[in-house]
């Protein structure tokens, strides 16, 4: 009779505490938070993002500690090929019928522009960590995007401007012909135009191109005292050493509105010494940045850029945010990450405006000489710290909807 009650009691223990554990994973849609990195894992952005973008997101949900409220956290990785019919269609299949919570990296910013729709549609989370055009928090801003590591007009405003300000008065442009290419080119004219230069002309080019000298040629033709090359990875390393084959950079100066770490480490401090631009990271700013960035090339073997660590940061953020949430629905979520302060290796007192892009300070940067160069990968000094009220578009300026004008 006793051995009856007290497995009567066990029963009714363990039915009163099933409710209690369903509730904690209940919270999350199907039981597991699913991150889809969505890259290039073999094209001219895969070196910037690619497979170095995956291992952060995985180091971020290891470090997190593989569960959260409960339920496991899984990485799914696919490569959109920088085409967006290709992100698009990879978008529909990950949200329907893998079930992916979040999207994040999607390099090429014709892919991230149709990504976006498409999360937005399925109430979603995007969290772009390589695309790079300011449309995504400006004219084409949801409320469900989280744009994290830098935009085109963050990087225009910064090495643009600047370098109008200390007397590059006349530019020309080379630009990709797609949506990245576009804006840079739009916010460096911008930048440059507000710090009383003017920009004499510009040529786009199809992409990814292969040659570049006819471009290279309008350029010096244009007898501009700055040629801006708004390309990026491959694209930008290949004009880069055209120009320097025609002698271009030895009589008028290349301005980078976009290079990468790994790009200066394929092409060596002797082809990049002395060239200016602005960067959201570098591995050897302080302890933090070392510290995470030893962890990351101890199995990357290469040290991160920008976009890689943005990858850590960011889906740490989007981690913690569902924690505290309290659940994976991607509103809450949202509003969550924008309540809270970003405080990490990354960023230091970031924060997520209403129009989803994350303010945080960028730095304007000079590649050294060889000779400067201490160890391998010391490749950078620090010019100048632009505070990120400075660094991004005001909110006065926005054209996203989302935005609330006083």
Known sequence: MLSKKVLAATVCGAFAAAPAAFAQTGKISDGVVKIGVMTDLSGIY???????????????????????????????????????????????????????????????????LAVVKIVKDKNRVALVSSGGTSRLTNEDCTDRTIHWAYDTYALANGTARTLTQEGAKSWFFITPDYAFGHSMEKDASDAIKAAGGKVLGSVRHPFPGSDFSSYLLQAQASGAQVIG????????????????????????????????????????????????YTDAFYWDLNDETRAWSKRFFERHKRMPTMIQ????????????????????????????????????????????????????????????????????????????????????????????????KK
């Not at 004009?239 to 290349?254: D, H, M, P, V």
């Open 46 to 112: 895969s070196d910037l993002a690619g497979p170095g973008s995956v291992l952060a997101a995985k180091m971020a949900v290891e470090d997190f500690g593989g569960k959260v409220l409960g339920a496991p956290i899984e990485v799914v990785t696919g490569d959109s090929q920088n085409k967006p019919d290709i992100a698009s269609s990879m978008a529909r299949r990950w949200l329907d019928q893998e079930k992916v919570d979040v999207i994040a990296d999607i390099p090429g910013s014709a892919a991230a």
């Open 229 to 276: 090359l708004n390309n990026a990875g491959t694209d930008l390393t290949t004009t880069i050493k055209q120009a320097a084959e025609f002698g271009i950079s030895q009589k008028q100066r290349l301005a980078l509105m976009i290079i990468m770490l790994t790009d200066i480490h394929s092409m060596g401090l002797k082809a990049t010494q002395g060239m200016v």
């Open 309 to 404: 660590a943005g990858m850590y940061s960011g889906v740490m953020h989007y981690l913690k945010a569902i924690k505290a949430a309290g659940t994976d629905e991607a509103g809450a979520v949202v509003t969550k990450m924008k309540a809270t302060p970003v405080n990490d290796f990354f960023a230091k007192n970031g924060k997520i405006r209403q129009d989803g892009r994350m303010v945080h300070d960028m730095y304007l940067m000079q590649v050294k000489k060889p000779e400067e160069s201490k160890q391998p990968w010391d490749y950078l000094k620090l010019l100048k710290v632009i505070p990120g009220e400075q660094a991004y578009l005001p909110l006065s300026k926005s054209l996203c909807p989302l935005v609330k």
